[in-house]
């Protein structure tokens, strides 16, 4: 039987103005995820079920929609206040006008609300707490959430809820003369259907992971040499998967980092395992032999038939042993990653996950909802996976957020990511003094992150918060082991400019 051919919504976005281009076309996608979006710049003759026009005179910013029969306009004012003499404070003005009034227009169109209003590209604990150290009190910063912009109350409360953590937590942390170091191993066992992340197959690159260790603690020792008379306040080694490094591999990486950086005076020192059948007996002891604070096991599904549909290639079984290992050789700050809108899992899915989750008993539980991006082959093999259902909701959300206050956790960190499935969050619950502090840091941006590796996206945060410019290694592991002075000279020419 032939499948049916599906018609995709399309519409056409017509910027004959476009200062807000990006943020509008993205409040646009976040009300109409499934559909096929054109930007245009002039007019053309082709059929869209739904069009904009964005224009702008003298005094508004202006919003045409045109859907069958129905025809309309917003407008929005134009901010020329002469008491802001900031520019980039005048443009944000401008963008919050536009923003408000357009998701009043998709409010209208569509019959529903999103839970995060007309917040896009923007982390939401990061507003809060930009409020709250302005001196807003709690009620203040929760109304202009929900006010200015068109956050539901239980989203707000879960924004200043976790800001106010937030700020208990990174009390101590020198934002001025301090740093957290990111170190990236880009391999994994298998790559999951959903992944984006600079990964590779270790089967097809064990026999170039010495070399890729080697550039890398060449890299280690070049930035401790750049980052000197600074304060390292975590480390973070992620991925790809750490633990799919060998044990003589992973000390030789850990020895280079304390030699290099000192593990002296650090808040915390985090490995994320990762993988369960990447996790054996050795390795773990391995790390055990450097002042590591905390790792993560992550299962991101307890459901055998989820795990095979997405690639994981492991059983749950592993999952639990992997967990029960460290717990048996000592390890006492366990987290562990889910992903809710897996594909073909419901609430009753979700459910068994957090049930099995709750026997295991981590300290930390951090709940991502799944964002499929471009690079995903997710995304890539669209019409193979097109039957699959995904389900978010708001009552899964609810389900985690009871589990892990069941568990002794609350909320401290907090993040969104294009093309989430039902427009929600990722939330990070930990018990007391369990919270991932590199985790806040890496979303709050109050001090630089230098990341080292294949991938690796160092922000450079300067000017007491105010700025941040960003510098790149490739992604391409090749291209970083032949490359890889290029990459260190790259560290070199930005720290030395901006920090």
């Known amino acids: 039987m032939k499948r049916g051919i599906i018609h995709l919504y399309k519409i056409g976005i017509l910027f004959e103005n476009r200062e807000f281009e990006h943020d509008v076309y993205e409040l646009i996608k976040a009300f109409y995820p499934e559909a096929e979006i054109h930007t245009l710049y002039e007019d053309e003759e082709a059929e869209y079920d739904l069009r904009f026009r964005v224009e702008r005179d003298n005094d508004s910013y202006l919003i045409r929609y045109e859907r069958d029969e129905n025809k309309g306009v917003i407008s929005a004012a134009v901010i020329r206040d002469e008491k802001i003499r900031d520019s980039h404070k005048l443009r944000k003005e401008n963008k919050d006008s536009i923003k408000y009034a357009l998701y009043q227009l998709l409010v209208k169109l569509t019959g529903r609300t999103l839970p995060w209003g007309n917040l896009t590209g923007i982390r939401p604990a990061k507003l809060a707490m930009g409020m709250i150290e302005s001196g807003m009190k709690n009620t203040e910063a929760a109304q202009e959430m929900r006010?200015?912009?068109?956050?539901?109350?239980?989203?707000?409360?879960?924004?200043?809820?976790?800001a106010n953590r937030e700020r208990e937590i990174l009390k101590d942390i020198d934002y001025e003369n301090g740093y957290s170091l990111y170190i990236g191993i880009p391999f994994c066992p298998s790559i999951c259907l959903y992944c984006s992340?600079?990964?590779?197959?270790?089967?097809?690159?064990?026999?170039?992971?010495d070399e890729y260790v080697e550039s890398l603690c060449r890299e280690v020792r070049e930035t401790a040499r750049m980052m000197k008379g600074r304060k390292l306040d975590t480390i973070y080694i992620g991925g790809g998967t750490p633990t799919t490094l060998l044990p003589h591999q992973i000390r030789k990486l850990l020895d280079t980092v304390g030699e290099s950086f000192g593990y002296e005076g650090l808040a915390e020192f985090t490995i994320e395992a990762g993988r369960p059948d990447s996790i054996t007996r050795e390795k773990l002891q391995a790390i055990q032999e450097y002042p590591v604070t905390r790792i993560s096991v992550n299962p991101q599904t307890m459901n055998q038939e989820t795990l095979d549909i997405i690639g994981r290639r492991h059983t749950v079984a592993q999952t639990k042993e992997a967990f029960y290992l460290a717990r048996e050789l000592g390890y006492d700050n366990i987290n562990m990653d889910l992903i809710v809108?897996?594909?073909?899992?419901?609430?009753?899915m979700v459910g068994r996950t957090l049930e099995q989750v709750r026997e295991l008993a981590p300290d930390s539980m951090t709940v991502h909802s799944l964002a499929v991006k471009r690079a995903a082959r997710l995304n890539i093999f669209k019409e193979k996976y097109q039957e699959m259902s995904f389900e978010n909701n708001q009552e899964i959300m609810d389900l985690t957020m009871k589990t892990a206050y069941e568990m002794g956790m609350g909320p401290y960190y907090l993040y969104r990511q294009k093309n989430m499935k039902g427009n929600f969050e990722n939330v990070g619950y930990a018990k007391v003094d369990k919270a991932g502090i590199y985790n806040i840091l890496i979303m709050e941006e109050k001090q630089p992150i230098i990341a080292l590796g294949a991938g690796g996206s160092s922000k450079l945060v300067f000017d007491h918060g105010n700025r941040i410019e960003r510098v790149e290694n490739v992604k391409d592991v090749s291209n970083y082991i032949s490359r890889i002075d290029e990459m260190i000279q790259r560290k070199q020419t930005a720290i030395s400019t901006w920090l």
């Open 147 to 162: 006010e200015k912009y068109l956050v539901s109350p239980q989203k707000t409360a879960l924004a200043i809820t976790i």
């Open 197 to 209: 992340f600079s990964s590779y197959p270790l089967k097809v690159w064990e026999k170039r992971t």
């Open 341 to 348: 809108g897996l594909p073909g899992e419901d609430i009753s």
